[in-house]
């Protein structure tokens, strides 16, 4: 059984940090592009990055570009997204994803729950 459990979430000022973890299980981890992506009340789902399964290719929205960076331990089966200098656009729902895909595609196999991120102003 496919499991992405993402952790890590919570309220941060402005300015701050946070690292999201996506914890794997149920599939060749280290064989899957990983990416994460975001969702605000009331506007779609939005791609924010995305590491091959090597971790020697990273991909990134203009929005978080500079800002965040994404990461992943095969050895752990985990991903990671490490978020600086947040803003209050940042608020919204982070999913990680799964799939046998190229960084820049948004067709993933399968997903997380999803963990909050509220930025405070």
């Known amino acids: 059984q496919v499991q992405l459990v993402e952790s890590g979430g919570g309220l941060v000022q402005a300015g701050g940090s946070l690292r999201l973890s996506c914890a794997a299980s149920?599939?060749?981890?280290?064989?899957?592009?990983m990416g994460w992506f975001r969702q605000a009340p009331g506007k779609d789902r939005e791609f924010v990055a995305a590491?091959?399964?090597?971790?020697?290719?990273?991909y990134y929205a203009a929005s978080v570009k500079g800002r965040f960076t994404i990461s992943r331990d095969n050895a752990k089966d985990t991903a990671y997204l490490q978020m600086n200098s947040l803003k209050d656009e940042d608020t919204a729902a982070y999913y990680c994803?799964?799939?046998?895909?190229?960084?820049?595609?948004?067709?993933?196999?399968?997903w997380g729950q999803g963990t909050q991120v509220t930025v405070s102003s």
């Open positions: 994803a799964a799939g046998r895909v190229s960084v820049t595609s948004t067709q993933y196999d399968y």
């Open positions: 149920g599939f060749t981890f280290s064989t899957y592009t």
């Open positions: 590491i091959n399964w090597s971790g020697g290719s990273t």
